[in-house]
């Protein structure tokens, strides 16, 4: 079974400044994906970003870029140039490539902070 | 375009009782998703519906259970309600079933146990 770590259950960031988020998982496949989910306290959950294992380049949107390491299972996520509107809890989650396990699998979360 | 739509917001309810909880997917999205988020145990995958099959279940008892409807809606049911059952209950939802299709989801219903 896939497992999903994140190891900072919180994290804090002045605004403007640069943060990283980090995220390991566990898996015996070849082919998956993997994506940051962002749940700010009006508790939708939003896509950040995602990542196809099969990719070697590295995932960006706008001030939101991963840093993907297949072989260490890492993925990490920057957020560049905080705003007060990135304050969420931050999740990373692990979905298979095949259709029969779709879901997502999802590690603990990390709860970002933005200081003025 | 709407998007997830979940209802109702917040539903309370007593041990013993059974729950209907309701989602409708955003418009042309065949497949649909229930997570559980309880406190302390983070998102956990309970069900999985796509074209009107249930494709996938997680590691819940049988007493969680729901259908797909033909428009693609979806209805999660819990019977004989347990107070560890109080939760966030998210759907989400995507178009088809391949894992290159992101989930998008709802704002939650929030099932209270008294």
Known sequence: AQTVTQSQPEMSVQ???TVTLSCTYDTSESDYYLFWYKQ?????????IRQ?????????ENRFSVNFQKAAKSFSLKISDSQLGDAAMYFCAYRRWETSGSRLTFGEGTQLTVNP | EAGVTQSPTHLIKTRGQQATLRCSPI??????YWYQQALGLGLQFLLWYDEGEERNRGNFPPRF????????????????LE????????????????????????????????
Not at chain 1, 52 to 60: H, P
């Open chain 1, 15 to 17: 605004e403007a400044e």
């Open chain 2, 27 to 32: 418009s042309g999205h065949t497949s649909v």
């Open chain 1, 52 to 60: 196809e294992a099969y990719k070697q380049q590295n995932a960006t």
């Open chain 2, 83 to 114: 107070l560890e059952d109080s939760a966030l209950y998210l759907c989400a939802s995507s178009m088809g079933a391949s894992g290159l299709q992101p989930q998008h989801f709802g704002d939650g219903t929030r099932l209270s146990i008294l």
């Open chain 2, 65 to 80: 259970s729901g259908r797909q409807f033909p428009n693609y809606s979806s209805e999660l049911n819990v019977n004989a």
């Open chain 1, 40 to 48: 700010p306290p009006s508790r939708q959950m939003i896509l950040v």
